[in-house]
C-alpha cells in the first residue's frame, strides 16, 4: 500500500502499453508483511477445462474450494455466453451468489499476493493474446515463489502451472488486473474493505440468499460495528426469512447506535407491526418521520400505513 | 437492431413499471431496502429506480441476444445489485468473455502466429503452450 506499489504498478501499465518495445522485468516483487516468500494452496480441487469452457472450470474450481460441490459441466448454464464463446465477469460473479457464496473484486498484484497468501485461491481474467488479438481466458491463481518470480495458475489443462511474474503481469494487465474471490459468506477477505464487502454481501440479497447475507453481515459487524447498512442490512435478511424478533432485536440496537438515523427504527416500526404490536410501531414509526433525513418518504408512507390500518379498523393480530 | 427495438419497448416497460411500483406502493411492507439506505445519499428515489429498471431491461436483452436463454439472462441480472448493472449498460457488447486457454491458432494468418510466437517468447503473451517461458 505504499510508495512500492504506487511504483510499481505505472511502471508496469507502461511497460504493457508500450507493447513490444523495451519490454523489461525491471521490478521485482518480494516478499512483505502482508505475504510470505511463497505460497502453495494446495486444497484447490483442479478441473482440465473443455474448449472455450475456461469460466465454468475456474468457478468450479473456486466453489468447491469454498465448500460448494459441484463441476464444471454443471456451471455451464449459468456462466457460459454461447455467441461469445466464452464467459462473462458478471456471469461468474452472478453464478457465484447463486451458490450462496460471497463474490469479492479485487485489482492489482499486492491484493492478489495477499489473498493467495492467506490461503484464498483468486479467479483471474487473462488476455492471454494481444489487445488486437485478444485471447480472454480465466484462470486460478493457488500460489506464487517471489524468490523465483513466478505466479502459480490452475489453468486450462495444467495444475500448478509456474508462469513468470513477468508475463502474468502483462497478460493480466489487459483485463486491468480483474480477479474475483470467491468466499464462504461469514468469511473476510484478508484485506477487507468496508465498502466493497458491503457492495459483496447486497449481491447476496439480491439473489436472494438470506441466510449468507446475514452471516456476512455479522462478519462485517464484528470487524466494523459501526455500520449502519449492515445492520439495516442484517435486520433485513432476518426479516426476509421470517426471522421477526431476530430482525427486532436488531433494528433496536442499529436505532441505539445511530440515534440520528431513521432508517432503523422505520424497519423497525414495520417488524412490530407485522408481529402485531401496534402501539409500539406506531411510537417508532412517528419517531423515524421526526428524525427526517433523505428519506423521510418512506417512514412518512410506514406512518401513514399504520395510522390507516389503526383507523381503518384493521385490528393488528 | 436491439438499439432500434429497445426505445418503444423501453416506453412501455416505464408505464409498466411506474404502474407497478405505485400499485405495490399500497399495503406493501414500507421497509428501507439495504441498496435504498446505500444509495440514498445519491439519487433520488423515483428517478434512480426507472434508470436502473432500464439499465437492467437493456443488460438483459444484450445477453439474450448473445445467445443466453431469457430465463437465465434475467437470473443473472437479478443476482447483481444496481451499481453493477450501472456500470455493464450500454457496453456489454465489448466486456472481455473468457474462453480460450489451449492456443490453437487454426487458420490463423501466418503474420500473426509469428507475432504471438515471438511475443510469446518475450512474456508478452502467453497463446502457446510449447513457448518455454525463459527466466526473466
Known amino acids: 500500500m505504499g510508495l512500492r506499489r504506487l511504483g510499481y504498478l505505472p511502471l508496469l501499465l507502461g511497460l504493457s502499453l508500450l507493447g513490444c518495445a523495451g519490454v523489461g522485468s525491471r521490478g521485482t516483487l518480494g516478499p512483505s508483511a502482508e505475504r510470505g516468500a511463497d505460497r502453495r494452496i494446495d486444497s484447490v480441487p483442479f478441473f482440465a477445462q473443455a474448449e472455450h469452457q475456461c469460466g465454468p472450470a475456474a468457478l468450479a474450481m473456486a466453489l468447491n474450494w469454498s465448500g460448494v460441490a459441484v463441476k464444471p459441466e454443471e456451471l455451464l448454464a449459468t456462466v457460459y455466453t454461447p455467441a461469445r464463446q466464452g464467459s462473462l465477469q458478471h456471469a461468474l460473479v452472478a453464478a457465484t451468489r447463486r451458490h450462496g457464496r460471497l463474490a469479492y473484486p479485487i485489482t492489482g498484484i499486492d491484493p492478489l499476493l495477499a489473498e493467495t497468501s492467506a490461503g484464498h485461491p483468486v479467479i ?22 517471489l524468490p523465483a518470480q513466478v505466479i502459480i495458475l490452475h489453468t486450462g489443462k495444467t495444475p500448478y502451472h509456474p508462469l513468470p511474474l513477468r508475463t502474468f503481469m502483462n497478460t493480466w494487465a489487459r483485463s486491468e488486473y480483474w480477479g474475483l474471490l470467491v468466499l464462504p459468506p461469514d468469511a ?33 459487524l464484528r470487524r466494523w460495528p459501526g455500520n449502519l447498512t449492515a445492520g439495516i442490512g ?10 421477526l424478533a431476530d430482525a427486532e432485536s436488531v433494528f433496536r440496537r442499529a436505532a441505539k447506535l445511530h440515534p440520528g438515523s431513521g432508517a432503523p427504527l422505520n424497519n423497525l416500526a414495520q417488524v412490530l ?45 | 437492431m436491439i438499439r432500434v427495438l ?3 419497448v423501453s416506453v412501455i416497460v416505464i408505464v409498466s413499471l411506474i404502474t407497478v411500483t405505485f400499485g ?25 429506480r426507472i434508470e436502473e429498471f432500464l439499465n437492467r431491461h437493456e443488460v438483459q436483452a444484450a445477453l439474450v441476444s448473445q445467445g443466453v436463454d431469457p430465463e437465465e439472462a434475467r437470473a443473472r441480472v437479478g443476482s447483481l445489485s444496481d451499481a453493477e448493472v450501472e456500470r455493464m449498460a450500454g457496453i456489454v457488447d465489448s466486456l472481455p468473455a473468457g474462453g480460450d486457454a489451449i492456443g490453437a491458432i487454426i487458420g490463423g494468418a501466418l503474420l500473426v502466429f509469428f507475432v504471438l510466437l515471438i511475443t510469446d517468447i518475450l512474456g508478452l503473451t502467453h497463446v502457446f503452450p510449447f513457448v518455454n517461458h525463459g527466466r526473466r
Open chain 2, 6 to 8: 429497445a426505445k418503444p
Open chain 2, 24 to 48: 405495490l406502493s399500497r399495503g406493501e411492507a414500507a421497509m428501507v431496502g439495504t441498496e435504498m439506505l446505500l444509495r440514498s445519499a445519491k439519487h433520488q428515489q423515483a428517478a434512480a
Open chain 1, 188 to 220: 473476510l477477505p484478508a484485506q477487507a474493505e468496508e465498502d466493497e464487502l458491503l457492495a459483496a454481501l447486497l449481491g447476496l440479497e439480491k439473489t436472494g440468499q438470506w441466510e449468507g447475507a446475514a452471516k456476512g453481515y455479522q462478519s462485517l
Open chain 1, 124 to 145: 483471474v481474467l487473462q488476455n492471454l493474446g494481444l489487445p488486437w488479438f485478444p485471447r480472454w481466458h480465466y484462470a486460478v491463481v493457488v500460489g506464487y515463489d
Open chain 1, 234 to 243: 442484517l435486520g433485513n435478511s432476518y426479516h426476509a426469512q421470517g426471522r
Open chain 1, 273 to 317: 407491526w407485522e408481529q402485531g404490536r401496534a402501539d409500539e410501531a406506531l411510537a417508532a414509526a412517528k419517531r423515524a418521520v421526526s428524525l427526517g433525513g433523505p428519506l423521510v418518504n418512506v417512514y412518512r408512507q410506514t406512518l401513514e400505513e399504520i395510522q390507516a390500518a389503526l383507523s381503518g379498523g384493521m385490528e393488528a393480530r
